[in-house]
């Protein structure tokens, strides 16, 4: 197979609101096992990844929005390009919000979910946690939890709540898409 043909064979691909929303969904899988809950015990570098993959799973569930609302994967690229994650989910509650669909209510300010952790109801909301999380510089950006040389990254407390916070997410995507495809 030849380079172009690769370039063709990528460019064919459109993918759906769905499939978005499956990857999101088991890269989230895979950050929670990372995290080894079960005994609560993981490791630095598995921990750091695990914040990254479920930095990833919630752009990817942002993306499965948006993408059901009608935008394409080429436009998805073009304007997320910079993987800015807030701005993202910000723009999916902001397109949420103009449609007049009944059902797409209750979703109009899935951000501003306050979710429960280990029985406890997290000090802020996910919108919140996110403003604060990517405040702190580099060491919060998605992509900086993948590289070895960024020895400093930013997470929450418990670790897990942002796993929490983006399974939340992925679940409103999941239903979103599900109203919007009926």
């Not at 079960?38 to 598995?46: C, K, N, V």
């Not at 080429?74 to 919000?97: D, S, T």
């Not at 997470?155 to 009926?182: F, Q, R, S």
């Amino acid at each position: 197979m030849t380079n172009s043909s690769i370039a063709e064979e990528k460019q064919a691909v459109d993918a759906s609101a769905t499939d978005y929303i499956e990857h999101a969904r088991e890269i989230n899988a895979i950050a929670r096992t990372a995290l080894r809950l079960d005994t609560r015990d993981a490791d630095y570098l598995p921990v750091k990844i695990s914040l990254g993959l479920s930095l990833q799973a919630g752009e990817l569930a942002g993306k499965g929005i948006l993408r059901g609302l009608g935008h394409t994967v080429q436009r998805l690229r073009k304007e997320h390009g910079r993987h800015n994650l807030l701005a993202l989910l910000r723009q999916g509650e902001k397109e949420l919000k103009a449609r007049p669909d009944v059902e797409l209510e209750p979703y109009h300010h899935f951000l501003l979910c306050t979710p429960v952790i280990d029985g406890t109801q997290y000090g802020n909301t996910i919108a919140a946690y996110l403003e604060l999380h990517f405040s702190q510089g580099s060491s919060a950006r998605p992509r900086s939890y993948f590289y070895p040389d960024e020895t400093v990254f930013t997470g929450p407390i418990p670790i897990h709540a942002l796993l929490i916070m983006m399974n939340h997410i992925v679940d409103v995507a999941e239903k979103v898409v599900g109203i919007l495809t009926k």
